[in-house]
């Protein structure tokens, strides 16, 4: 089946530390990737995306590749604000606008 | 362009009482999610739409939830009776796809249910 895995929380970075969120998934075919962001309180948002492998998706300093071989999608950032302090999300679209997601990894970011 | 909308932003009632939802999505978009998301956890679709037919709702439990979305554009969703474990965040998103299509979902920022 479909799945998404990520890797477990909470993590807590000082300010300027480096950020790396693991996830692998699990699907036929091409799936579209995703990472939404949950700022307390709100709903998800829309981080960044790729939709084939070795696509590079990007916003706000963040960074994730679509990787194929090794059916990755890890989420990274050089240098981590207190404004970063959320919940990452990583997800995967299959066809017929099905989505599947990972059960949120908590990040803390002091100063 | 205006968000996915949903209200009440909080409900808090009594077991056994019933309770509705209300999302109205991004303009043009005829795909529309109801999900729960429970404390810690990522969201699990209960039913996903695509204009007024309601294409995957294999995770609904349908003995107490209901959900419509008559003309294609808002949706409801209902709980009657409300129990303890129905207490959690219940999110509407919505996608289009065909022309112009996106590929993305966006969020509403979901109703918080307590039942006591």
């Known amino acids: 089946g479909n799945s998404v895995t990520q890797m477990e929380g909470p993590v807590t970075l000082s300010e300027e530390a480096f950020l790396t969120i693991n996830c692998t998934y699990t699907a036929t075919g091409y799936p579209s990737l995703f990472w939404y962001v949950q700022y307390p309180g709100e709903g998800l948002q829309l981080l960044l995306k790729a939709t084939k492998a070795d696509d590079k998706g990007s916003n706000k300093g963040f960074e994730a590749t679509y990787r194929k071989e090794t059916t990755s999608f890890h989420l990274e950032k050089g240098s981590v604000q207190v404004s970063d302090s959320a919940v990452y999300f990583c997800a995967l679209r299959k066809t017929g606008n099905q989505f599947y997601f990972g059960t949120g990894t908590s990040l803390t970011v002091i100063p | 362009e205006a968000g996915v909308v949903q209200s009440p932003r909080y409900k808090i009632i009594e077991k056994k009482q019933p309770v509705a939802f209300w999302c109205n999505p991004i303009s043009g978009h005829n795909t529309l999610y109801w999900y729960l998301q429970n404390l810690g956890q990522g969201p699990e679709l209960l039913i996903r739409?695509?204009?007024?037919?309601?294409?995957?709702d294999s995770q609904l439990p349908k003995d107490r939830f209901s959900a419509e979305r008559l003309k294609g554009v808002d949706s409801t969703l209902k709980i009657q009776p409300a129990e303890l474990g129905d207490s959690a965040v219940y999110l509407c998103a919505s996608s289009s796809h065909g022309q112009g299509r996106t590929d993305t979902q966006y969020f509403g920022p979901g109703t918080r249910l307590t039942v006591l």
């Open positions: 739409y695509e204009n007024e037919e309601a294409v995957d």
